[in-house]
Each structure stands twice: as C-alpha cells, then as structure tokens.
DNA sequence: AATGCACATGAGAATGATTTGCAAGAAGGC
DNA sequence: GCCTTCTTGCAAATCATTCTCATGTGCATT
C-alpha cells in the first residue's frame, strides 16, 4: 500500500503527543480534549472558551485543569498566550505561521500581514542590547487611505 | 526683563495641571501628588509604586486615587497604560518621544528601544496594504543572553 | 471670603482571572 | 496487575483592579 497518504488532524494530535510524552508530559483524557479543541480552533479561545469546547469531548475537564494545561503546553511551545488589555489571555497553537495585525481604528477589522525584514531587524535590535526574542506583538492602528 | 527662562519642571507640571482644568478635570492634592511623581518618573513604575511614590508627597493618597487618577489621565492623554503579559500595568507619561518595548520575560524588566528602520517598514506595509498608520505597539518578549 | 454642589476621596468590600492545597484518581514503566 | 508519581476536581486563596458609599473638597459664583 502506499504510505503518502495525507496527515489527519489526528495523526498531527498523535504526532503532538508522543512529543509531549517524550518531554515527561502525561497525556490524560482531559488533555488530550484540550489539545483537540487548540488544534480544531481557528480563532483565539480565552481559558473560559476551551473549557466550554473541551467539555463537550470530555465533561470531567474542569477549569483548574484548562489553566494548568495550557501552562503545560506554553512550557512545551505548544501553545502562545496572548495578553491583551484587560481582557482574559488568549490562546493559539503555535504551529501557525506568526503574523502580526493592522487593526483599522474606524471599522475595527483586523488584519494579518507578515514581515521578514521587520522580524529581523527586531531580532538584531534585541542582539544589541543582549536580548533574545521568544515571542513579541507588533500592532499598528492604521486608518485606511483616501484614494 | 528677560522672558528667556527654560521651563522648569514645575512650570510644565502647572501646564499640564491648567490643561487638565481646561477639559473639566479637578486638580486635587492627591492629583498633584501622582502627576509629579509621573513627571519625576525614568522608568515605568505600576499602581502600587506610584502609590509608594506619591504617598512621600502626600501621605493621604490611597490606591484607589491612583488608579483612578491614572484612569482620567490616560483619557486625557496625559499617560499610557501598558499592559504586558502577566505582570501588573505598568504606566508612562506620553510627553517622551516614541518608543517600543522589549520586556524581560524572567524579571518582568522593561527596556525602551526605538528604530527608525522599524518605523519606516511598518508605514510602508500598512501603505502597500492601504492604509496609514495612526499609532503602533511593538512589544519584544524576550530573554536576557548567555554569553 | 463665604456658599453650594458636583465631583473626588479613603477604606474596605466586591470582582474577575488565575493559582493553589489537598485528597482521590489515573498514566505508564515495571 | 502494581506502584510510584503525576494529575485532577473542588474549593479556597491570590492578585490586580474596580466599585460602593459616606465624607471631604475644588472651584465657579457670589
């Protein structure tokens, strides 16, 4: 038979796992909901909203364990939390591609865009004064142009 | 008389307070207290050393005047909250000229940095994209280098 | 300088997100 | 299957921040 088939969302989980026993991490029932729902959310879940996803693949999961997880997977870069102002952190996997956002000030939308050249002029800035980047966030507020 | 005399620190503290009367805020001792003790401020001190600080001023300040102080002031654009990732908000007054930030992960220290190639790059990606940048954040999460 | 009243204050209680202590439960190497 | 160690759920604890409310005070007006 051939093996070229593609890989499932399950087999990434699975994949994402052994990773994660290998590191000494445990896999129970309740992680492993908590890994689904990152893996399936397209949007940035706050503690609050991954409780309510994972419940429904497993109702025992309670919120300490969300916390607790999601500190787990921050420690193993499995996830990124996202701080904003006063709202609860979000989270994301970190298996997405990193991008940054233009929020327009007058609609609100958000857009994602990416830039090599200002990720690497922030990793020299930071070499200068003897720093080493694990994560940053860049937002401009912009409003669009008259044409 | 000469009507050269730089402005003194005082001076620009009595500017800020007349603006602030101007736009219906009431300058209180407590006020004072926080706006000098903003005004002396170097670095990025949170509510509760800004409470130490202005308590040497006036001893009748309490925590909840300086958060609601410090509220008003960010809505008169007189300060900027900055909120970084799980430790308390830090505050700083906008007269400085613009900066980013690159945030200690393992002491929560915060270092001020400014590029002007940054700059330049984020106003030409938000003008490829069609818009004009109002202001920006760019946060650099980042950790001290062995050498 | 005295008056009035809307706004500001201090003390502490309330809130909301996140963490933690503890006893019971389960993962995974043997 | 067993045992050790890590995990969990629950509830209580924390921490930053906001709110409540009775009292105090800036300042526009006299």
Partial sequence: MGNKAPMTKADK???LEDALRERGVRITR???AILTVLADAADHPDANELLVRASAIDPTVSLSTVYRTLT???ENGVVQRLSFDGVPAKFETTDAP???HI???DTGDVIEFRSDKIE???AEIAAELGYEIIHHRL?????RKAR
Avoid at 139 to 143: G, I, K, S, V
């Fill in 72 to 74: 787990v997977l921050e």
């Fill in 98 to 100: 990193h991008h940054d």
């Fill in 139 to 143: 937002d401009l507020y912009a409003r």
């Fill in 103 to 105: 929020i327009d000030v």
């Fill in 120 to 122: 690497k002029l922030q």
């Fill in 30 to 32: 309740q992680r492993q």
């Fill in 13 to 15: 989980i699975a994949i």
